[in-house]
Nanobody, 124 residues
Framework: QVQLVESGGGLVQAGGSLRLSCAAS????????????MGWFRQAPEKGREFVAA????????YYADSVKGRFTISRDNAKNTGYLQMNSLKPEDTATYYC?????????????WGQGTQVTVSS
């Protein structure tokens, strides 16, 4: 499994922005980071984990949940083994623990590795 560490969460007012990072440990990668699809998910209290966004290994393809489309942008820097989630125009309903995940397969494959999560709280 790939070791993933999220960072960048915090408390922000509605309308504000945050940038989350997801760093993959190079020593746990079985192949170049560019061979992994990366995704972001979130889980609010008493709710299931929901998909937020995903990006292909090359970064050429991105996918978004309807609820964040136009507000969030997923990106990656394969040289740094790191993925990002830029979150703009945040809403109170975006409050959740955000997790990143990876898979060796394409988008739609089962996610094989997860980070520990980073808390995002949006106040109204």
């Amino acid at each position: 499994q790939v070791q993933l560490v999220e960072s960048g969460g915090g408390l922000v007012q509605a309308g504000g922005s945050l940038r989350l990072s997801c760093a993959a440990s190079g020593r746990t990668l079985s192949s170049p980071f560019s061979s992994y699809t990366m995704g972001w998910f979130r889980q609010a209290p008493e709710k299931g984990r929901e998909f937020v966004a995903a990006i292909s290994g090359s970064g050429g393809s991105t996918y978004y949940a309807d609820s964040v489309k136009g507000r969030f942008t997923i990106s990656r820097d394969n040289a740094k083994n790191t993925g990002y989630l830029q979150m703009n125009s945040l809403k109170p309903e975006d409050t959740a623990t955000y997790y990143c995940g990876t898979t060796r397969g394409p988008y739609g494959s089962g996610w094989s590795s997860w980070g520990q999560g980073t808390q995002v709280t949006v106040s109204s």
